[in-house]
């Protein structure tokens, strides 16, 4: 009881008595604590996993008014930054194709708009966006790459809430609104008008391009008691391009979108105990189709998946099970009119996907091992595959700031994607895996250091690793081979193998009114293909051997506040022509090795400037500056035949605008 009720005087009295044996009592009138804030957007995460706070796209350049998570994911080390005309992801040099993105944890494909300027996500819906870079545990996909994952708040607000975006080419809104004590409701939209503003920009040949895309969510967030948490989410996106010139009786139209529905159920089981259940649906197609006045082509293509997965986590023990069935149209081509050309027709693909997994942490002294196996089922007619998956993690506590982590895995991936491009548009496509086209599959271990420096003021990570890939699917095709030829998708694809390998740097400022980070990547991604042609090793489409980002955000004071990137990237590969030959009129072009030249390098800087008008009682109003490639550099993108009157060369294209500034309006309350 003495015991308590000293403790209690000491809480109550405003002074401190400090007393030893040795010393005579004295009276501490004021102690003052000083330190910096804390104010980070990479949060910690284990397995090295990096979790982004998305409430950075606040203060970060908006490229043409739109503040995008995927632009920023390319700016970590190890994820390659791409080009203007580049809408995927290349992580630690695999192909953007091996990477899986979702809405917590349920799959999407082909999640970009044209040209990868913007994604499908509209940020105020989500609390955080979670990258693995590889396999770090066995509960991850059925994937060679990256596992992308964009996760919304599990958290209910009791107030009326909401981010309100006004820009030149699109528009975004959120409202979260508290339905009663256990539940609430988010709702987000976007909606593009590209022709409203920079309709002048969108002409081929004096002829307009109509072009707008939009974006929907509707996530409802129901938690009956503590133990329990449901919701339902709903997402659907859709493009729609059209282009017509009346001189050639032209009429173009590109519909592509994704549509997304899932059930949550998340259970603690007990205090150490957890259960996640969820049932979802979702569903991708591409549509392209040309009329003229004889002829008619129609490429349709599509995927949709019906899922269900359950995770349990007990203590160190992580296990779960996925099913999914895959409904896949892959490229299907019909030409009809001129050229009366009949293509080899290509069916709809059924196919069942099963995992069963299991991870158990052990913890001894200073060493912390995972082990874990994912045990694969996949069948697609009469091609079934059974794979098994290890997946293993140690990590040696080098002192309380300082942990050496080593990571190996064994990965299989049964959906394959491939088309013309990279860029957004409705020419890629999916198709599963077959006798013809068989499972790839890739093993990697990498080594890292994470340690914490000056008083952990910033943060360091050092990462190596190396990858090997098989059974790797490259298209060699082009549109061109629609029209002129029959088309055969066995005939379109170049069969190989290829290996990555790499270092990766990112030291981080977490403290201070300025932070950011820094990151380096250096590595390579060989491939090797067994076709006529292709003998040797080349390096892949996507390879950029150096990389330097810089991310920064300051605040001078309540009004003003500045972010900034800057990209410097080495140039991609390219097959280079070496000579041309005029044959009866007709242009003949004879090419170099495969990829044997590069590109320029690629620079960018973006800059950012919000000036807030107030904040107070939890609403914010401003209006954002923000200027794409401030830098003016003018980045080339590929090489094309350029034809002049009397002569005729290989040249860089460049995007059509050096520099893109933009201004918009953003309210939040």
Not at 598 to 622: A, C, E, K, T
Request: proline letters at 3%.
């Amino acid at each position: 009881m003495r015991l308590v009720l000293a403790l209690l005087s000491c809480l109550l009295t405003t002074s401190v008595l400090a007393q030893d044996s040795l010393l005579r009592g004295d009276t501490i009138r004021e102690v003052n604590v000083r330190g910096h804030r804390l104010k980070t957007f990479l949060l910690d995460a284990p397995n090295g996993i990096s979790r982004i706070d998305l409430r950075m796209m606040d203060d970060m350049p908006r490229i043409l008014g739109n503040a995008d998570p995927m632009h920023y994911a390319q700016l970590l080390p190890g994820v390659q930054t791409n080009s203007e005309y580049d809408a995927g992801l290349h992580v630690q040099g695999c192909d953007n194709a091996h990477n899986i993105i979702s809405i917590n944890g349920v799959p999407l494909y082909n999640v970009s708009h044209m040209l990868g300027f913007f994604s499908i996500f509209n940020t105020p819906h989500y609390a955080t966006m979670q990258l693995a870079r590889s396999a770090a545990s066995a509960s991850m996909e059925n994937r060679l790459g990256a596992h992308v994952d964009m996760q919304i708040a599990d958290t209910l607000r009791q107030k009326v809430s909401g981010d309100l975006s006004i820009g030149p080419i699109s528009s975004q809104g959120t409202l979260r609104l508290p339905v009663s004590l256990h539940s609430q409701l988010i709702l987000s939209a976007r909606q593009a008008y590209l022709n409203l503003l920079y309709g002048q920009w969108m002409k081929i040949e004096e002829e307009t391009m109509r072009y707008n895309f939009g974006d929907y969510n509707l996530t409802w967030l129901w938690q009956p008691n503590e133990r329990h948490t449901i919701y339902l989410d709903f997402y659907h996106g859709n493009d729609r391009a059209k282009y017509t010139d009346d001189d050639y009786l032209l009429d173009t139209s590109l519909k592509w979108g994704n549509t997304m529905a899932a059930l949550h159920m998340n259970s603690r089981l007990g205090h150490d105990s957890q259960l996640r259940q969820t049932l979802y649906y979702t569903y991708s197609y591409n549509k392209f189709n040309l009329d003229m006045s004889s002829l008619q082509v129609n490429v349709p293509s599509s995927i949709s998946d019906i899922g269900y997965s359950a995770h349990l986590q007990k203590g160190q023990l992580n296990a779960g099970i996925q099913v999914a069935g895959h409904t896949i149209q892959p490229q299907a081509p019909t030409v009809n009119g001129l050229f009366s050309i009949r293509n080899a027709e290509q069916p709809r693909q059924h196919s069942l996907e099963s995992s069963v997994y299991a991870d158990y942490t052990l913890q001894t002294g200073h060493v912390t091992t995972t082990t874990g196996l994912r045990t694969v089922f996949y069948q697609n007619g009469d091609y079934r595959r059974m794979a098994f998956d290890p997946v293993a993690s140690i990590t040696y506590q080098l002192n309380p700031i300082s942990q050496l982590i080593l990571r190996s895995s064994l990965k299989h991936q049964f959906l394959h994607r491939s088309g013309f491009s990279d860029m957004g548009l409705p020419t890629e496509f999916w198709f599963s895996s077959s006798h013809e086209f068989p499972a790839q599959y890739a093993w990697n271990i990498s080594l890292g250091l994470d340690t914490w420096i000056k008083n952990r003021m910033y943060h360091l990570t050092l990462e190596t690793y190396y990858k090997r890939l098989y059974h790797q699917q490259e298209y060699s095709g082009n549109v061109f081979d629609v029209l002129y030829s029959s088309y055969d998708l066995q005939s379109m694809l170049l069969h190989g193998q290829g290996y990555n390998y790499g270092i990766n740097v990112l030291i981080e400022k977490r403290k201070g009114h300025l932070t950011g980070w820094l990151s380096y990547s250096w590595g390579r991604a060989m491939r090797h293909f067994s076709d006529r042609g292709y003998q040797g090793w080349y390096p892949a489409n996507h390879e950029r051997p150096h990389e330097l980002n810089a991310v920064a955000t300051y605040r001078l004071n309540k009004h003003w506040s500045f972010g900034g990137t800057c990209v410097y990237a080495s140039g991609t590969p390219f097959t280079a022509p070496r000579k041309f030959y005029l044959l009866n009129d007709n242009l003949l072009t004879v090419f170099g090795e495969h990829n044997e030249q590069r590109l320029r390098h690629y620079f960018r800087v973006d800059l950012s400037i919000n000036y807030d008008f107030n904040q107070r009682q939890g609403r914010r109003s401003g209006i954002n500056l923000s200027i794409y490639n401030i830098s003016m550099h003018g980045n080339d993108i590929y090489y094309r035949l350029k034809i002049y009157k009397d002569r005729f060369a290989a040249k860089p294209y460049r995007f059509m605008l050096t520099v893109m500034p933009s201004i918009n309006y953003y309210y939040q309350f």
